[in-house]
């Protein structure tokens, strides 16, 4: 079974826009390098289409674009994307599925037919997995930034704190901190 790992940009104070981060080769190089390790991408319906609207036309070469985005472009094609949806069930974009059915037993399913991982990339269906006690990992890339607005983490509440271990931190270049942590056991 392969593990769900959450990742995403958030800055101090919890902001997750995905506008207010630093956007960089250091930052970009560690995605590619998520996506790399992971045999599947994961989304909600709202990060899917943000993705969707801006993505292929790089990875097509449509759109000036610096050699990391290019790459990072390039891979979210052919990787497999998984998509909830309650409100869409049409995704055309290259190797996008949508995840049917109960969300507890449909990512589990999902996850046992991964062993490579899934890479998480959504703020609202992270907070919904999070409480189905589905996300093994963390991996987030904390900006020096205080935003002073939403949306935030977990906005929706859990209902209860998550324990977890510190399993590295390093500095970018940026100033951005690139944090893993694992559930506690």
């Known amino acids: 079974m392969g593990l769900l790992t959450f990742s995403l940009n958030v800055t101090l104070d919890g902001c997750v826009d995905h506008e207010e981060g630093i956007v960089d080769d250091e930052t970009h190089a560690f995605f590619i390098r998520l996506m790399d390790e992971s045999g599947a991408m994961l989304w909600g319906r709202v990060t899917y289409e943000m993705m969707e609207s801006a993505w292929p036309a790089v990875a097509r070469g449509d759109v000036e674009a610096p050699p990391t985005m290019r790459e ?9 994307k998984y998509v909830v949806s309650s409100t869409r069930t049409d995704f055309p974009w290259t190797n996008s599925h949508h995840v049917t059915g109960d969300l507890r037993e ?25 409480r189905l006690d589905l996300i093994d990992e963390y991996r987030m890339l904390v900006h020096p930034r205080i935003a002073g607005h939403g949306p935030t983490l977990h906005q929706g509440g859990l209902p209860g704190t998550r324990r977890l271990e510190l399993l590295s931190a390093e500095p970018l270049r940026s100033g951005v901190l690139a944090v893993h942590y694992r559930r506690a056991p």
């Open 72 to 80: 990072w472009a390039v891979k979210l094609e052919a990787k497999p």
């Open 106 to 130: 449909s990512v589990q399913r999902l996850k046992d037919a991964t062993p490579a991982g899934v890479l998480l990339g959504s703020g609202r269906l992270a907070t919904e997995l999070d």
